[in-house]
């Protein structure tokens, strides 16, 4: 199959070599200049990873969203550099391609991917289960929010933690805090009532809302 990917900087370089070692005929990597690196520091990244794995030869750079390079993809696949995946986009897709979101079907964010466009087009639109097993995104939540905390200056042994989450996460948050010491309070909002404090931190992992 051929593969419409990003090329980008540290770990996102993965997703174009990944998709090359998986056996894509041929994967197009579109990289633009932003905050976490130029496009020439994307397309060294995903080089090299790809140079290594010794799949280089699949690969393709590009700078552009075009409609030739859409119209060729039976994978495109919804990574930053190629948002947003608008209607025009989704006109451009050919039969039988699919957009596979890379992150929870809950997560999905209107302004990513155009869901209306897909279903009229019959493009399938893919979430990722990161629970499972061979996944296992959902284990780095603990701790990653333990790196925070400290990073921002705060114990978590014996520290009292106001977690705001009212999403899957929680689960995976507050297991984690409380093996590691601390005492954790949850509450779905900052709206709602919360519990008597003082609290050490407040952690937010709460959907993103206006």
């Known amino acids: 199959l051929d593969v419409l990917t990003e090329a980008a900087?540290?770990?996102f370089a993965v997703t174009a070599a990944m998709a090359a070692a998986a056996g894509a005929d041929e994967v197009v990597a579109l990289a633009i200049?932003?905050?976490f690196g130029s496009a020439e520091e994307a397309f060294a990244d995903?080089?090299?990873l790809a140079e290594?794995?010794?799949v280089a030869r699949a690969l393709r750079f590009i700078t552009k969203k075009s409609k030739e390079v859409v119209q060729r993809a039976d994978i495109i696949t919804n990574c930053r550099h190629l948002r947003p995946l608008d209607s025009e986009t989704v006109q451009w897709m050919a039969n039988g391609a699919v957009v596979p979101l890379m992150y929870e079907g809950?997560?999905?964010r209107p302004g990513d991917v155009d869901r209306v466009a897909c279903?009229?087009?019959d493009i399938p639109l893919v979430g990722t289960n990161e629970r499972d097993p061979r996944v296992g995104v959902f284990d780095y939540l603990g701790p990653a929010a333990v790196r925070l905390l400290q990073d921002g200056g705060f114990e978590v042994l014996r520290n009292?933690?106001?977690l705001v989450c009212h999403n899957p996460f929680q689960q995976y948050l507050s297991q984690h805090l409380s093996l590691c010491g601390a005492t954790v309070e949850i509450v779905a909002s900052l709206a709602k009532a919360l519990p008597e404090g003082p609290f050490?931190?407040?952690l937010v992992a709460a959907n993103p809302r206006q």
Do not use: P
């Open 106 to 108: 809950w997560e999905h």
């Open 9 to 11: 900087t540290g770990a």
């Open 200 to 202: 050490d931190a407040v």
């Open 119 to 121: 279903e009229a087009r």
């Open 33 to 35: 200049d932003s905050q």
């Open 46 to 48: 995903t080089g090299k």
């Open 160 to 162: 009292r933690i106001l």
């Open 52 to 54: 290594e794995l010794g």
